[in-house]
């Protein structure tokens, strides 16, 4: 039987997936450890494995940072009858033993030509016979995340055929060290001015509503602008602790619980999760607390977040990358401490007993594995209060909150045959459960814990979840898995393969999904990089049963949004922005179409955009704009340039027109935290009928009239341009 599944999946292409039983519906829980001895005893098995491993092979020890090169194996040249055509160059990437590193990016920057390395390590850069016009030296780079990156000049002519040999050393260390930014949160409530994923799941963004008042949090402080008959800037306060040292702190998501701010962010300097507690009062006043740190890794990703709030119970993801001889549990256990002037690592206490440290039941890479920690903190309490729950898993990782638990896709970087898992935790305080799975999700969007008691993923063969920018750069075969909740167990067993619908795959490395209503919807499109896919595939599948819709779009899926029971696909053709609705009745098609000429997003989170609905098939939409042709990570250093307003009217859209920033004081601020806007710095909100755009500093809001939008009012809040670092 096991062999007659492994031929049928084999044959209409997911070889990835292993023929297993299917879980049994009455399946026990995940087992815990009983005592820190038996804790020990795990990291100490771990360990001896890993020596091991390392005894048998023949593989050199780890590589110093600076091993790895390219050499330029052969050279050709050749013409036509029209002379010297384009230069190729080509060649493989491996690791120094030999094995290919597959999704390396090979490039010369300069030209702006660039090329993915294969299944194989293979690669193709080709430069355009424009781009040459004489024998020089041009610098070629190889990049990998969790690779030491390499470079050397090569000379190239018009006509040359060049091969050449990479050698690339993994680093996991470095990998770990590459980004620096903090944490995030889902949900929404009735006033919630945040798009998010779930309805009751408020995310943290860089903008909330209190009572009459936003709430914003930039660049290292948090400001409240009162929402009268005139915008007026109220309060302004450092977003870390009186006395303390920010420098080295992240601070990028904020979330509000009654009369308290929550402020998370990533703290190189103590290692660890930082949450600081404001106050607020009725009249916009803003003072700090306390703030509290917590052990963890850094956990940024390009698309999600590691926070959420629910009512006043505050709950974030951490990771934690276990060196080679960790055997010491209080040394890399979650634990928290409040901050003070001269506090110390020995002020951690730990929040996680061994009761609450969960085994895998497969067998993991001993050289990748990571602690995954879902914490949940009370805020109705005047001391952070918090418990956790840990399991053990491979280092990559995709982090979904729904309304009823939190899911941890866990899948490894470093090798592609290593079983991922899916652990489950739910909110009632039940035991967590798991489940061995095949492949990974994109992002969180990949998920979707559906009414019917069942769990919808998106996954595709080669992903390695969403830490760092791995979500920006996928490969493989993609699947539709479904399953019903009741499958989740001990971990023991796996999903069958006749759980994964095998649906279309894409074109392209860069894959957007997202499940409105009854529909997956998914394509490719360019996001950080600079904009070059001209056109793009959506499909649109029915997660419960029902044929793949296949719809051409004349730009790059960049976004998809949720825009009431429809949805709408926004991406770029290299000079225009494109805005595509969807209707998604029984037969998906195009039912609204909009162009803004010369622009690009100017915003790739998902709290970017915002959806009002205004009735049944009637609604408002916002985005933030720049010039055409910008490359997404644009947005990091430069300030979106407008707010970009279109009505859907249900039967077409028609632009209402943009509210603009005037001044971009950012580039003259003296920051002294948190100075890259790894979150954005742009926002469409709506609140209480009333519309406005966040824009760096500027709070612009606007009235719609007839069906063109005007401005009626502005306020700067930028801070002071001389600031000191406290101490």
Known sequence: MNKRIVLVWGAIGFPWLTPEAQVSEQAPTLQAFRTDRELIGFLTELAGERERRMDLRVKPAPPPADCGEIDVVARSRSLDANGPRSALIHGEVVDPTGDPVEGATVSIDSLEVRSETQSDGSFKLVVPRNRITRRRGWTLTARRLGYVPRARSVMIRPGDSIQVAVTMCNQPVALLAMVVTGAASLGTTAASVTNTQHAGVDEGGIVKAHGDHLVILRRGQLFTVRLGNELRPVSVVDAYAPGSDPRGVWYDEMLIAGDKVIVVGYSYASRGTEIGIFSIDDAGGLRHRSTYHVRSNDYYSSRNYASRLLGSKLIFYTPEYLPPDSKDPKTFLPAVRRWHKGASDREFRRIVSSAHVFRPAVELDPFDVALHTVIVCDLATDELQCDANSVFGPSGRVFYVSPTAVYTWLSAWRSAHASPILYRLPLNGSPPTAVEVAGSPVDQFSFLESDDGHLNVL??????????????????????????????????????????????????????????????????GNRWGRPSKRESILYVVPFREGEVTRIALPHGTDRIEAMGEAAVVIGTDGSDLHFTGIGLSDSPAVALRHTIPSAAQGELRSHGFFY????????????????????????????????????NLGDRFAELGTLDAQTNPGSLEACVASCVDWYGNARPVFIRGRILALLGYELVEGRIDGQRMREIGRVSFAPPLVRAVRR
């Open 612 to 647: 009002r609905s205004d009735g049944p098939g009637i609604g408002v939409l916002g985005l933030p704009i720049r010039a055409g042709g910008s490359p997404g990570y644009t947005h990091l250093w430069k300030s979106s340039a407008a707010i970009a307003f279109i009505l």
């Open 459 to 524: 996954v595709r063969e080669n992903a390695r979840g969403d830490a760092m920018w791995q979500a920006e750069r996928t490969g493989g075969d993609v699947a539709l898995l479904r399953f019903p909740l009741t499958a989740f167990g001990d971990g023991s067993r796996s999903i069958s393969p006749f759980r994964y619908r095998q649906i279309p795959r894409p074109v392209g490395v860069v894959v957007v999904n997202r499940f409105v209503g009854d529909h997956l919807l998914y394509g490719t």
